[in-house]
């Protein structure tokens, strides 16, 4: 268990439709990431957040938004969903940021029909 | 940029001969390198790294990375396969001035009884 939780654990949704993603860092740490994992495309890092602030952004659609709260849990919204949205997104925790070990939570499998 | 290329997507060996998964990565500053596990259904989770010190790096589970700058190379070694290690590997590298895993493709490990 990495300390890393992340609700729900499965989502199945229709296009069109929009979910949030809730994700709860390890006791202490500053910095949240979310990635997105998918069949076609791998691993993907989407954004990272460092207590609140936005610290940096990756393959991340305008589609997608997220935001990390004075509590340090971190949503991932996704919005006018389509098929092709359909992956397992993981959130991941570390310390402070830089170069730190991050943290897997065990992903949320997103379903869109 | 970074990126790392994980050379083979699956590799099958038989229960107590050695591992050997295969990575390469591409760097323009002093990497940060590291190796994460996947079970089925489960999230990551960290088997080692390598951040500028040891070139040898010893993790979890009895695996081993070394890191060879002349061949920008990080193979992940185990000297006996137990069937518990069926699972996918990545490879992961982060580089100076960068918050961002860059993730490999994945390594799918079979072990055979």
Redesign the interface.
């Known amino acids: 268990d990495?300390g890393?939780t992340q609700t729900p654990k499965h989502l199945i949704t229709a296009t069109g439709q929009r979910v949030t993603l809730r994700c709860s860092p390890r006791s202490g740490d500053l910095?949240v990431?979310w990635?997105q994992q998918s069949l076609d495309q791998?691993?993907?890092?989407l954004i990272?957040y460092y207590n609140g602030e936005e610290?940096?952004k990756?393959n991340i659609l305008e589609r997608f938004s997220a935001q990390q709260f004075p509590d340090l849990h971190s949503e991932l919204n996704l919005s006018s969903l389509e098929l092709g949205d359909s992956a397992l997104y993981?959130c991941?925790s570390s310390s402070s940021?830089?170069?730190d070990?991050?943290?897997?939570?065990?992903?949320t499998r997103l379903t869109v029909l | 940029a970074q990126s790392v290329t994980q050379l083979d997507s699956h590799v099958s060996v038989s229960e107590g001969t050695p591992v050997l998964l295969r990575c390469n990565y591409s760097s323009s500053y002093s990497p940060?390198l590291?190796w994460?596990v996947q079970h089925p259904n489960?999230?990551?989770?960290?088997l080692l790294?390598y951040?500028s010190a040891a070139t040898l790096v010893k993790g979890i589970n009895g695996f081993e990375a070394e890191f060879k700058k002349s061949e920008t190379s990080f193979h992940l070694t185990k000297p006996s396969a137990h069937m518990s290690d069926a699972a996918e590997y990545?490879c992961v590298v982060?580089g100076?001035g960068?918050?961002?895993?860059?993730?490999g493709?994945?390594t799918r490990l079979k072990v055979l009884a």
């Open positions: 990495s890393v910095s990431y990635y791998g691993l993907q890092f990272q610290r940096a990756g993981f991941a940021g830089r170069l070990t991050q943290y897997f939570g065990p992903g | 940060s590291f994460y489960k999230g990551l989770q960290l790294k951040t990545f982060t100076s960068t918050y961002k895993y860059i993730f493709t994945g």
